[in-house]
Antibody, heavy 124, light 107 residues
């Protein structure tokens, strides 16, 4: 059974930093593209970032314009863990952040498994 | 960026009725369109991909149709557990984008 468990959320001041983690199990983590998707309170879903299974080659990561240059996605395939390093946080980054697994090892870019989410609150 | 516009924002129906949710894309996404269901306090769940392919374990009362820029999710014979928010997502262009959601509520 696929399991994704996010951690690292919390309250941070504007301009601050936070690092989210997602521990994966139940599948061959290194084979799959992984994503972060966020949802502001009471709002819809917003895709944030994607990293292919091969690692952090510059051709293997993608970002939404709203986070590019501030957020960095990475993974440790030896520990089956996905990360999202967030810097220069803004109030509008407040959201539940979900870790989401691609359906296929061939990067279909839609998501068949999701974690339970971790809440990031940016406020002074 | 491909903008996905869902309608209606809210759909009020009774159990046993048929529900139809629309998703219109600002440009063609070919067949790269998925649907998700989200219940309060839960993560989204994949229902359909490639316009009409049901995900594993999804009941046959959920169906998808459409092409190019206009897509439809149909829920025939609504069950009590189907009342939720539904989102479309396109994966034909970067960045990946979602529709604004349709709340299917009990009438």
């Amino acid at each position: 059974e696929v399991q994704l468990l996010e951690s690292g959320g919390g309250l941070v001041q504007p301009g601050g930093s936070l690092r989210l983690s997602c521990a994966a199990s139940g599948f061959t983590f290194s084979d799959y593209t992984m994503n972060w998707v966020r949802q502001a309170p009471g709002k819809g879903l917003e895709w944030v970032s994607m990293i292919r299974g091969s690692g952090t080659n510059t051709h293997s990561v993608y970002y939404a314009d709203s986070v590019r240059g501030r957020f960095t996605i990475s993974r440790d395939n030896s520990k089956n863990t996905l990360f999202l390093q967030m810097h220069s946080l803004r109030v509008e980054d407040t959201a539940v952040y979900y870790c989401a697994k691609d359906l296929s090892a061939y990067a279909r870019n839609f998501f068949d498994s999701w974690g339970q989410g971790t809440l990031v609150t940016v406020s002074s | 960026e491909v903008v996905l516009t869902q309608s209606p924002a809210t759909l009020s129906l009774s159990p046993g009725e048929r529900g139809t949710v629309s998703c219109r894309a600002s440009q063609s996404v070919v067949n790269h369109l998925a649907w998700y269901q989200q219940k309060p306090g839960q993560a989204p769940r994949l229902l359909i991909s490639d316009i009409s392919n049901r995900a594993t374990g999804i009941p046959a009362r959920f169906s998808g149709s459409g092409s190019g820029t206009d897509f439809t999710l149909t829920i025939s014979n609504l069950e009590p557990e189907d009342f939720a928010v539904y989102y479309c997502q396109q994966y034909g262009n970067w960045p990946l984008t979602f529709g604004g959601g349709t709340n299917v509520e009990i009438k």
